[in-house]
């Protein structure tokens, strides 16, 4: 990997507070660290730990106060918010705890929506096919488990063939075997597309399939660090 590839996502002295004065509260304190392209990354913490608020603005759903992120050479702030709007549209996919379906559409439509925002999308036949959904494709959301729900979240955001994959807890909301075979998707997601993965994640256990793992603590981080060997998450208990 090259030097411009090992620092592909580069985040400097980035800070955030919510209110203002006596109720002013500082969630992220100075938070620098960088990713490779094609790294999976876990952002490892407990709840309050400042993890999500990172995420939000890395996928520039909210703004910092302060600091810089960079993404593949191009710098966040200095992008008004056209810019921004295209950069996450064309650049960004995101995978959250709740699946937010559009309940009318069926699967592949449901997917669809996400190849309308790239010039560059996938073949929506395969990708429901390395999802394991293919044979589902007809199918409404309410007539789908969970997991197929969860998976059929992963497609709209894979679609697009994003640079950056963002995961919020995207096993919050399901069984640990359910959980695990989403675990699984998205590893296999990481290694077949080379999309660079960040997943925010409270469970211990899955920083052990990660590439590069960041624990958060009270806004700073406390630890980053990355596996010299991972598990895969077929292997992973909790």
Known sequence: M????????????????????????DVLKGIDFSVGKGEFCVLLGPSGSG?????????????????????NGDTLST??????????????????????????LNVKENIETGAYLSDKPLDIDELL???????????LPNQLSGGQQQRVSIGRAIV???????????????????SKEILQLIEEVNRKYGNTVI???????????????IKLRDGKIRHDDRNAEKLTAAELEW
């Open 79 to 104: 992008m008004n918010e056209k810019g921004l709007t295209q950069y996450r549209r064309k650049h960004l996919g995101y995978v959250f705890q709740m699946y937010n379906l559009i309940p009318n």
């Open 129 to 139: 096919k390395t999802l394991g959904l293919f044979d589902h494709r007809y199918k």
């Open 199 to 213: 997943m925010v994640t409270h469970n211990e256990a899955i920083r052990l399939m990660a590439d590069h793992v």
């Open 160 to 178: 697009k063939n994003p640079d950056i994959l963002l995961c919020d807890e995207p096993t919050g909301a399901l069984d640990y075997t359910t």
């Open 51 to 71: 993890k999500s608020t990172l995420l939000n603005i890395l996928g520039g759903i909210d703004s910092a106060d302060g600091g810089e992120i960079t993404i």
């Open 2 to 25: 090259s030097e411009a590839e090992k620092k592909f996502l580069t985040v400097t002295g980035l800070t955030k507070s919510f209110g203002s004065g006596e109720t002013k509260q």
